[in-house]
């Protein structure tokens, strides 16, 4: 099956400091990325939506400056959280959906939790 | 607008008894619907799907779905409890068209007691 990796899996950094999260499609072109965010026990949260070479749209509430998302090849995409705050700290989650027999199915990362001090 | 519903923030079953996990769905136009798992920490884990055809979805770890369009329902179904069938079980929706993505439900705590 279609596989998504994150990296890092796990972050710490001071407040006031950027974080940037990998996403990958390691054997197929993701012709859409999805980056969801997950408090403790909570669902996963729409955080916005980027198709390759095009600006992402973001959901309602979530700050474009403050999360910033890159789609620039078909298996990469990137989320900067720009000058972290402690109010940041969260499980992001990445999603992939491909084309073809693919496109219906969105493949999700491992996840990457992110604890800002 | 797309929305999901899981009624019950927690189900409780003794291994070996059958389980129920109930989602309800809202779409504007014909849903694809998804159950997914998650252990602590870990990302989330496919188990089944309904796009279209049998109303009926055998997934994964002996998991299946009946998808009932009169009830915009797809409850999560499995015949005999694990204690490993324990997790945080997500159901979700998006509708048929191009570019949308997944929106889940808040999620229901399974917990199987040996």
């Known amino acids: 099956g279609a596989v998504v990796s994150q990296h890092p899996s796990r972050v710490i950094c001071k407040s006031g400091t950027s974080v940037k999260i990998e996403c990958r499609s390691l054997d197929f072109q993701a012709t859409t990325m999805f980056w969801y965010r997950q408090f403790p026990k909570q669902s996963l949260m729409l955080m916005a939506t980027?198709?390759?070479?095009?600006?992402?749209?973001?959901e309602q509430g979530v700050e474009k400056d403050k999360f910033l998302i890159n789609h620039a090849s078909l298996t990469l995409s990137t989320l900067t959280v720009t000058s972290a705050h402690p109010e940041d700290s969260s499980f992001y989650i990445c999603s992939a959906r491909g084309s073809g027999r693919s496109y219906n199915e969105q493949f999700f990362g491992p996840g990457t939790r992110l604890t800002v001090l | 607008a797309q929305s999901v519903a899981q009624p019950e923030d927690q189900v409780n079953v003794a291994e070996g008894n059958p389980l129920t996990v109930k989602c309800t769905y809202s779409v504007s136009g014909n849903p694809y619907l998804f159950w997914y798992v998650q252990y602590p920490n870990r990302g989330l884990q496919f188990l089944l799907k309904y796009i279209t055809g049998d109303n009926l979805v055998k997934g994964s770890y002996g998991f299946e779905a009946e998808f009932n369009k009169s009830q915009t329902s797809f409850h999560l179904k499995k015949p005999s409890a694990l204690v490993s069938d324990s997790a945080l079980y997500f159901c979700a929706v998006r509708d048929n068209q191009a570019g949308t993505a997944l929106i889940f439900g808040k999620g229901t705590t399974l917990s199987v007691s040996s």
């Open positions: 980027s198709n390759e070479g095009s600006k992402a749209t973001y």
